[in-house]
């Protein structure tokens, strides 16, 4: 549907998941994930990545870009979204933990995919923003809280995967310890202002940690409040 501005969010839609497919594909042989599961992209073609975006920059909303979305952040780029929910290969019972909601586009395309997310946002403005979004949108299986995520969420725990959306010096013990036995984690892992590491790691049933690394990638750092 057009809306008299010629802004056509089903067309642009359909262009960034074509983007996101030929991103998928180019990557495959570092990642070993050259094709995104029908669930996945059902998931991120059915978000209004729009509604997550500051007005000022809905003109770029279906690039395939991160985009600033105030208080120094970022919004994801889709195709790491994609990739960063492919990888954590939760189904439609996981319950899972993100860190770092941000605006909470990621959020809105796990909460399509598993039944219930919990999301930690450590600046209370994009936390309120990004709940209200999600409700306003209409998802009801997303509890966002404020703090800090590297301390994982013991109430809610354990989780069948656990996402993190901000750089990590250090992969965070809580993390690792909310996560059930099968369950997955990806993270971003390395120093601020370089690339830094995305890596899948996988708890056995035994409790024993497996880590890959998957992919070059570049997010804004994980940022450790003092308890
Ligand atoms: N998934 C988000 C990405 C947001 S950028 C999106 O697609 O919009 C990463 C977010 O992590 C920022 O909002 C930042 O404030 C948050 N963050 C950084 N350190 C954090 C921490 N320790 N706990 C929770 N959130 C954190």
Redesign the pocket.
């Known amino acids: 549907m057009n809306d008299g501005s010629g802004f056509d969010p089903e067309s642009e839609r359909q262009y960034l998941l074509q983007r996101v497919i030929a991103e998928t594909r180019e990557t495959g042989g570092t990642t070993g994930c050259p094709v995104l599961s029908r669930r996945v992209l059902e998931a991120l073609a059915a978000v209004p990545r729009h509604y997550?975006v500051p007005a000022a920059q809905r003109d770029w909303a279906y690039a395939d870009i991160p985009l600033p979305?105030g208080?120094g952040?970022?919004?994801?780029q889709p195709f790491i979204?994609a990739l960063m929910t492919e990888l954590l290969a939760v189904g439609p019972d996981a319950v899972v933990l993100?860190?770092?909601?941000?605006?909470?586009?990621?959020?809105a395309v796990l909460a399509r995919l598993v039944r219930w997310v919990y999301s930690?946002?450590?600046?209370p403005e994009?936390a309120d923003a990004?709940a209200r979004r999600l409700q306003e949108l209409g998802y009801d299986n997303v509890t966002v809280g404020v703090?800090?995520?590297?301390q994982g969420w013991e109430e809610h725990a354990p989780f069948d995967g656990v996402i993190v959306?901000?750089a990590a010096a250090e992969i965070p013990p809580a993390l690792v310890q909310h996560l059930k036995p099968g369950g997955r984690l990806v993270i971003p892992v390395g120093l601020p202002g370089r690339t830094q590491d995305l890596r899948l790691l996988s708890k056995d049933e035994r409790g024993v940690m497996h880590s890959h690394s998957m992919l070059p990638v570049v997010?804004?750092?994980?940022?450790?409040?003092l308890a």
């Open positions: 997550f979305i208080r952040q970022t919004i994801s979204v993100e860190v770092g909601t941000g605006s909470g586009y990621q959020t930690m946002e450590r600046i994009l990004a703090g800090d995520g590297g959306t901000a997010f804004v750092p994980l940022i450790r409040d």
